[in-house]
């Protein structure tokens, strides 16, 4: 009995010797031929979807199973690399540069690389913040079917006759790195691509942290106008509370990928699939994601995963290939439902939809799409959109569909903007602080003639709307900003904006009373709701007479306006007064401040840049 239960010891024991022997570890580096080391080099077991990428020092890891015999290693512009595992533990491996013509795409990398030498009109930016590090940029000068809304400047209103200015909030800010990427590839965006407010609001300023009962901060600062010192800048500011990221919900997120052919170039799948693995590297364990796939059709990819199998996951992502037609009605019914089939309570449900906006099979209309993501941000699914690439970027559909899920919309030119995005920012998207958020500013008609709102155009706001709390508007993140800038005429002021007659039946019985404190300049309002409310909260601040002139303003509001001035120069506004380059240049370089990020100092070489293009004398 004894010698038998030895003998079975002695099998049990074996038997867990082998098992453990049936999963190797293999550990390694990948650099490129001069030994600098490349992250995001897709790693696979050949035969089959199991594998891993880089990270930033090159460095890698993977888990084999009885069996595995290569490793293939797969970088765009490089030649693959096959290894032979054999009794091996660590593998070290040298890629080296091929000439591609591009017709296929494998997974992309998540660091900047050297510029390759590729068979293909291309544009080159060196890798600094903002720029278009992996070097380059398939770009065809003679294709190009980009869709953008056509809007109509906002003019000077009367105090008189319009004392109420309403807009919705807006946190977007996709036509910056829009902007951006124009420059960079050598030409001018279109007017209508460039949204002022967008661009502002692309830049954090130093507003003070909130402090009391509401959840966000309200500053405000009046100035001399730069591009017409006869009028006056107002700037308001929103800083949103920042919660700490240990508190935030659980996701329930879906990734809905455009795989069609229109997605088949460097700068969109395969930057996508680099970008998406930022977010997969943040996920926590108890987050999910689901995978929703569409071109010619729609298809499920990856059911709902738990966020500690990221391997999963990033696999999932890796061997997305493009080609076919666009069903993105089809696409987005498909994440809708596997949303809510996975729907967390009291969680962050959200589709994040990955396109170049090119929606042309099926379910396409703007109308139909608008009330397919309405009917699901009412019952708790939000939207967040990601658009990507050159030459067909739908920018008027893909703005739409976030505004209506009360979400956002940002566009990916790079990598780094990515991380902004998706790493450091999308924690506040996922925590909402005030839903409905809207403005209202009321002006003092003994001290304001006339104003207008730079920007926002797509967001105004009848009067009425701003007590309805069945109005829709705009959300606020943990530690987000918004910032909104008004043109004032003072009072008095000999003005060439159109004028209307003096009204008969109208008076002006308050200001003739006296009642208007003579320093008011204007009243600001704010209502939202707080995030699990359905009734408005109102905040009121009055902001009084003390306008400096515009070298004395704090660098938030100098910088705004350099920001403004160039965003009204690229739209050949017929607002921007004196506005010329080289004034934004020089407010942008005396309010740069500490610039941690790089990106105000990116801005200042965008002016510079869009200068030597000739824009003052092409518009």
């Known amino acids: 009995m004894k010698k038998r239960l030895s003998v079975l010891a002695l099998l049990f024991a074996a038997s867990i010797m082998i098992s453990f022997t049936q999963i190797r570890v293999i550990t390694g580096k990948v650099t490129d031929s001069s030994g600098s080391p490349m992250p995001g080099v897709s790693i696979i077991v050949k035969g089959t979807t199991r594998g891993t990428v880089t990270d930033t020092f090159g460095n890698y890891r993977i888990e084999l199973k009885q069996g595995d015999d290569i490793l293939q290693y797969s970088m765009i512009g490089y030649m693959k690399v096959n ?47 903002g720029y278009a590090g992996d070097g380059f940029m398939r770009y065809n000068r003679n294709f190009n079917t980009e869709g953008y809304a056509a809007t109509t400047e906002n003019g000077f209103r009367s105090v ?90 659980q996701s329930n997120l879906v990734f809905l990928i455009d795989v069609s052919g229109s997605m088949n170039s460097p700068d969109k799948l395969p930057l996508l699939q680099s970008a998406l693995g930022l977010l997969v590297n943040e996920l926590r364990p108890q987050d999910r994601v689901a995978i929703v796939v569409y071109a010619g059709a729609a298809g499920l990819v990856l059911e ?65 799409m608008e009330r397919l993501v309405e009917d699901n941000r009412d019952r708790g699914i939000f939207m967040t959109v990601l658009g990507f690439g050159t030459g067909n970027i739908k920018d008027d559909k893909m703005e739409i569909i976030a505004d209506k899920g009360n979400g956002n919309y940002s566009y990916i030119d790079n ?51 701003f007590n309805d709390d069945r109005k829709d508007a705009g959300e606020m993140g943990s530690g987000h900003n918004v910032t909104a800038l008004y043109e004032l005429v003072p009072a008095g002021t000999e003005d060439e904006t159109p004028a209307v ?30 995030p699990e409310g359905s009734s408005s909260v109102l905040l009121e601040k009055a902001v009084r007479d003390y306008v400096q002139n515009i070298n004395e303003a704090s660098d938030n509001l100098q910088f705004a306006a350099a920001v403004a001035e160039f965003g009204m120069i690229l739209r050949y506004s017929e607002f921007k007064g004196s506005s010329s380059v080289d004034e934004a240049v020089r407010l942008a370089r005396s309010s740069r401040g500490s610039d941690r990020e790089g990106y105000r100092s990116e801005f200042i070489r965008l002016m510079e840049l869009a200068r030597d293009l000739g824009v003052m004398a092409e518009r």
């Open 501 to 530: 007659d003096p009204l008969k039946y109208q008076d002006d019985p308050v200001i003739k009373s006296g009642k208007i404190p003579s320093d008011e300049f204007l009243i600001i309002k704010i209502r939202y709701k707080k």
């Open 415 to 465: 990598l780094q903007e990515a991380r902004r995005v998706l790493v450091k920012e999308f924690g506040g998207t996922l925590l909402t602080i005030a839903r409905d958020v809207k403005f209202q500013i009321e002006f003092n008609p003994a001290r304001v003639q006339s104003y207008r709102l730079i920007g926002y155009e797509n967001r105004l706001l009848n009067e009425e709307d």
């Open 160 to 249: 008189r006759s319009n004392p109420l200015s309403t807009f919705s909030i807006d946190v977007d800010n996709a036509s910056y790195s829009n902007m951006r990427r124009f420059l960079n590839n050598g030409t001018l965006p279109p007017p209508e691509a460039v949204r002022v407010e967008e661009m502002i609001n692309f830049f954090r300023y130093d507003y003070p942290e909130p402090d009391g009962i509401h959840p966000f901060s309200v500053s405000s600062e009046l100035s001399v106008c730069p591009w017409n010192r006869n009028h006056q800048l107002l700037m308001v500011g929103l800083k949103g509370k920042s919660i700490d990221k240990s508190v935030l919900p």
């Open 304 to 368: 709902s995963t738990p966020g500690n199998r990221k391997d999963e996951i990033m696999n999932a992502i890796a061997i997305l290939e493009a080609g076919g037609s666009t069903a993105g009605g089809a696409g987005l019914r498909l994440a809708y439902a596997t949303a809510s089939e996975n729907f967390i309570k009291g969680g962050n449900n959200r589709i994040i939809l990955a396109t170049d906006g090119d929606f042309n099979v099926g379910e396409s209309s703007n109308g139909g």
């Open 83 to 129: 290894e032979r595992i054999r009794d091996r533990t660590r593998i070290d491996v040298v890629m080296h540069e091929e000439k591609l013509a591009l017709d296929e795409v494998v997974v992309t990398g998540y660091g900047s690389q050297k510029r390759k030498a590729l068979e293909s009109q291309s544009v080159y930016a060196p890798a600094m913040a």
